[in-house]
């Protein structure tokens, strides 16, 4: 069965609470204590929904556990993390396939024409610094993109995780413009 259609069953959860830790009650605490943290872990990063993700995190580790995986860490909330840093990528994925689908819909002509100059127009708004560095983020070739973003980000004289943020928060306020102008 598909990762993401398993749910979590009564003999997973037994098997979760015992790899845990062999005193229920024990098992009972750091489960509330990872799932808090994974909330945690998904509202800092910006999720919309951290509680389903923070559960989605458990479930599928609980998956591992019940299929018999040898996941013998150190401790267990380790190994909930890296799986979060996982379902977190697929949102980020989700949410970067839905933007580009609101922002480019298969439309008609016209009306693609029509977005290319409110692109345009947003474009032209924008800060001459800010549509420098937006444009030369997107236009990297794709072999040399990491490279390129590298050398922006050096030149800007900050990180690239700060890059890409604030190339994120660019792309969004361009959206909303060209929403607003269409």
Known sequence: MPLNEWGLTQPAFVRLMDWLDTDAAAAAKKYEQTRRALIKYFESRGCHTPEDHADKTIDR??????????????????????????????????QSDSWNRALYPADDPETLQRR???????????????????????????????????????RLGISVATLRLRVHRLRAHLARCVRGRM
């Open 61 to 94: 580790v609980a998956k591992r556990v019940a299929d018999g995986l040898d996941l013998w860490v150190e401790e267990p909330a380790r190994y909930f993390y890296g799986v979060a840093k996982h379902v977190l990528q697929e949102y980020y994925r989700r």
């Open 116 to 154: 290319f100059d409110s692109m345009g127009r947003c474009l032209d708004e924008l800060p001459a610094d800010h549509r420098e560095m937006l444009v030369e983020y997107c236009s990297a070739e794709k072999r040399g993109k990491e490279q390129a973003r590298l050398a922006l980000a050096e």
